[in-house]
């Protein structure tokens, strides 16, 4: 069987996977919910010709437990996490972050793993390619200039995984198998803040699970920013994480090619860590709302999430 010419392969473990990977080069995509997947390939964003399933992959369900984290296997549905007890005990935000993602239908089918590398989106961009080809492209997808900026380097489009906040807030990281091993990485670590390739993973890697480490406790707020409660894709998510010892973790999605993170410490003056994290974001004006209201909702969302940490946690 030449796997190469074939354009729908399932696999049935991470090994073969990753073999049929190997043999397709780089026009492959791993399929997983494919609530992100297919609306791109329908919308022609998606151009690889052979997706690989890996929907069928049992080990990649289970979410277990040792003494340093929570693991959640990255074919996990974002409605099924409220199944695992530890989520609502330890991790309500999670809980709170995964029933903020599109609708309740496609949360039955999105996985967690999916989210976290969804593609990275634009007004211009996620579009028909009816409607691109009319405009003459971006960037992104095959043209010379953003329409965004009129710039012809670089590409904004937005970071807007909603889960990946969370767990960057959380100080997670995965675990990846590939052609040539396995390994831990930590989360934030594999953004890139290039907008034409948001994230640097090996061509073969598969997300094995997600590691939440359960040796430290946190304390989180999390805010979304969208014209409708479901559906629609984040404009803003903020989350503020701050643990035992008083660290304290911002972090913005929806405003910049990648998360956007700002540290601090319990004793770190608040009014200057949010005038950091309005600072940090290369917003331009590619959402359905402006880019100077999206930046002055950073400031509001993280007044009112430090006002509802401050009634739990004493902060200057
Ligand atoms: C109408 C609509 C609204 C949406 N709203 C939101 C929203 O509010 N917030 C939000 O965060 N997302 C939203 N999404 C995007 C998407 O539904 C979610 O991000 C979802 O969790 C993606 O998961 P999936 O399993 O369907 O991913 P897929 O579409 O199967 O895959 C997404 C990407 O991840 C890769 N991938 C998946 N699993 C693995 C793995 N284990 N290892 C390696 N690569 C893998 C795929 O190759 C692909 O590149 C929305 C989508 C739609 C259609
Ligand atoms: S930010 Fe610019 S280059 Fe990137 S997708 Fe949007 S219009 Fe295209």
């Not at 904004?156 to 990485?185: C, H, Q, R, T, W």
């Not at 989180?220 to 559906?231: N, S």
């Not at 359905?288 to 209201?293: A, P």
Request: hydrophobic share 40%.
């Amino acid at each position: 069987m030449n796997v190469a010419q074939k354009s729908y392969l399932k696999p049935r473990s991470v090994e073969e996977a990753i073999s049929f990977a190997g043999k397709n080069g780089s026009s492959f995509r791993y399929l997983a919910g494919g609530t992100d997947v297919m609306v791109n390939k329908f919308q022609g964003n998606e151009e690889a010709n052979c997706l690989i399933d890996i929907s069928g992959i049992n080990e990649l369900k289970q979410v277990t437990r040792d003494e340093n984290f929570l693991k959640v296997g990255s074919l996990v549905k974002l409605d099924d996490l409220k199944n695992y007890p530890e989520m609502e005990n330890e991790f309500p935000v999670l809980l709170q972050a995964a029933q903020e993602v599109a609708s309740p239908m496609l949360r039955k089918t999105a996985t967690i793993g999916g989210n976290i590398l969804c593609e990275n989106r634009c007004v211009f961009y996620n579009q028909s390619e009816w409607w691109r080809e009319a405009v003459g492209y971006c960037l992104k997808c095959d043209g010379d200039i953003c329409i965004a900026t009129g710039g012809k380097k670089n590409c904004f489009s937005k970071f807007v995984s909603d889960m990946a906040p969370v767990l960057i807030a959380l100080n997670s990281f995965l675990e990846i198998a590939d052609a040539e091993g396995e390994y831990k990485v930590r989360l934030e670590d594999i953004y890139t803040g290039n907008g034409l390739k948001p994230k640097e993973l090996n061509q073969t890697a598969i997300i094995r699970s997600i590691l939440i480490p359960v040796t430290e406790r946190y304390t989180c707020v999390f805010k979304k920013l969208r014209p409708r409660e479901a559906v629609d894709f984040t404009s803003l998510t903020t989350v503020v994480s701050i643990d035992d010892h008083g660290k304290i973790k911002i972090v913005l999605g929806g405003v910049d090619p990648k998360p956007v993170v700002v540290g601090g410490t319990i004793s770190s003056h608040v009014e200057k860590l949010i005038e950091q994290a309005v600072k940090k974001p290369r917003i331009v004006d590619n959402d359905f709302y402006t880019r100077l209201y999206r930046k002055e909702m950073i400031s509001v969302f993280l007044k009112r999430s430090f006002e509802e940490l401050r009634n739990i946690l004493t902060i200057k």
